[in-house]
Structure formats: structure tokens, C-alpha cells
């Protein structure tokens, strides 16, 4: 079933201010009390920056929805690594380039872009699972979860964007804690993860935003990334389970886009439905 909202206006309409959201790995109680939150700091919209649903059950689903029904909040997520990607990818997508999974509970395909006010929006999901090795195919992981090399070139090939929203951060970038995070781990798993990395950097060179927000990492902090004639602002979020300000920040967006573009100009509205895999 295909479930487009029709009680109340898109994601797509330029919000006031934005919550931007970590980690939440389907953690139900968690979700319901950080929607809670957004409302409270006065978000008209949120935006999950991956490792959001995992299997995605109805329960889960059904309880955010309600929650963000409540608080008149619509809810879009970028996908991380810890996703049910056989079921997400089957899920239909709209008119508008996005997947509902409920009324006010949308999937942002990768490479998806869309504008708020001047601010063009880009998003990015997807991650590699340093314990990948770890975990059961089809069940625990999914092969999709990493950003492939022509998902990469179709997103560079759509040139600036303002803001990222994305799981992973992309290489170039000091994560605190991630040294510690990562012993004991095998050589080629921090390998592949780093790999990922440096994928995502490729397409920040290009698109060259202004600020990227991303989870994965669990880490709460701000950097600067200084590239070939960019600078970007680079927050990671932290994950629930943690104080609430760790995970979720609110943002003003829209001034974002006063620079000129350096790059193909998109639409307002752009969705690449063949970067993804099945």
C-alpha cells in the first residue's frame, strides 16, 4: 500500500526549523519521546539521519506515526546501515520522489534532493557495518547498506547542495571516540568502513555543502571539514539511550542557499529512483 499523506502539508514545504535527529535503531520509547522533544523546541519537521527502523515493524511504525500525529510533525529519514533493506526497497514510491511508510513517516531515497526556501537539500543514507562479519545476511545485515560507485557518480553528477543529511561522515573528518570504537576490530572491516568514508567524501567534494549532519558514530560533536575551496560545518548526532541533546539538535535552515552554485543547478524536486539496489 502506497501511503500518501493527505491531512496535512508535505515534507516538502519549507519547514521554519528543522530537528535533525541520530540514531535510533528502532527504538520505540526513545522515538515517541524525541518527536516530544522536537515539538517542544519548536520543529515543524524532522529529519532522521539513519539507522532509524531496522526491521521496521508495524508496532514501531504505528507508535511514531501516532506520536507524530500528536505533535504535528512529519518525520523523513535517510537509511543507514542497520536497515531491512529487502523490505524498504520493495516499499512504493510516490509521485514526489518519496517513500511513506505512514502518513507522516517518509523514506528519503539516496541521492533524493529537494528544496526548502533558497536551501537545497541533499540526501545521502547509507553506511558500512564494521560488524558485518558478525551478523546473518538477510536478517541482522543487508548487502544494500553501502553507498555503491554508481550511486556515487549519479549523485556528484547532480552538482551543489547546500545541506547533506547522511549516516556516515564522510573521510577526512577526526570522529571523536572512533579509534576506541574500533579496537579489536579486523584490518579489513575498519578498512572497508574507512572505504565507505572516502566514498562519501568523493561526493562532498563536489557537492560542496555548506553544513552535512550525520549518525553512525553515536558521537555528539561539530568539525570543520576544509576542502578544495569549500569549507562545510560537519555535525554527527548520537544515538538514543543517550541524553536527548545528543541526539537531537533544531536548526534554521533556510539561509542556508545565499551562496551561488557551483555545480548543475537541480530542481526543486529531484529522485533518482535508479541509484538504489533491489
Known amino acids: 500500500m502506497n501511503r500518501r499523506r493527505s491531512n496535512r502539508s ?4 519549507t519547514p ?18 524525541a518527536i516530544a522533544h522536537a515539538r517542544k523546541r519548536n520543529a ?39 536497515e531491512n533493506f529487502d523490505w524498504l526497497l520493495t516499499q512504493p514510491v510516490a509521485a514526489d520522489g518519496l517513500r511513506y511508510l505512514r502518513d507522516r513517516v517518509v523514506h528519503l531515497p539516496r541521492g533524493f534532493r529537494w528544496q526548502w526556501d533558497r536551501t537545497r ?17 538477510n536478517r541482522t545485515w543487508w548487502s544494500q547498506e ?13 552538482g551543489h ?31 572497508a568502513s574507512e572505504r565507505g568514508r572516502r566514498t562519501l ?15 553512525h558514530f553515536h558521537y555528539r560533536y561539530q568539525s570543520v571539514l576544509d576542502g578544495a575551496g569549500y569549507r562545510t560545518v ?24 545565499s551562496r551561488p552554485s557551483r555545480g548543475p543547478e537541480p530542481s526543486a524536486i529531484t529522485h533518482h529512483a535508479s541509484l538504489e539496489q533491489r
Open 44 to 82: 515543524d519537521v524532522i529529519t532522521h539521519l539513519g539507522d532509524f527502523g531496522f526491521n521496521f515493524t508495524d508496532d514501531y511504525l504505528d507508535a511514531l506515526d501516532h506520536a507524530l500525529a500528536t505533535h504535528d510533525l512529519i518525520l523523513g529519514f535517510v537509511d543507514g546501515n542497520h
Open 16 to 33: 521554519h526549523r528543522v530537528a535533525l535527529a541520530g540514531d535510533w535503531h528502532a527504538n520505540t520509547d526513545y522515538g515517541v519521546m
Open 146 to 158: 553501502e553507498i555503491t560507485t554508481d550511486q556515487a557518480q549519479s549523485i556528484r553528477a547532480g
Open 234 to 257: 560537519i555535525d554527527g548526532l548520537g544515538r538514543d539511550k543517550q541524553p536527548i541533546d545528543n541526539n537531537l539538535v533544531v536548526a534554521n535552515l533556510t539561509a542556508l542557499g
Open 201 to 215: 567524501r568523493g561526493i562532498v567534494d563536489i557537492v560542496q555543502p555548506t553544513r552535512l549532519w550525520h549518525g
Open 121 to 137: 537539500c541533499l540526501a545521502v543514507g547509507g553506511a558500512h557495518s564494521i560488524d558485518s562479519f558478525l551478523r546473518t545476511p
Open 10 to 13: 508535505s515534507f516538502l514545504d
Open 161 to 191: 547542495a547546500d545541506a547533506m543529511f547522511c549516516h556516515d561522515c564522510p573521510a577526512g573528518v577526526t570522529v571523536p571516540g572512533l579509534e576506541r570504537e574500533r579496537f579489536g576490530f579486523p584490518p579489513e572491516a575498519v578498512e
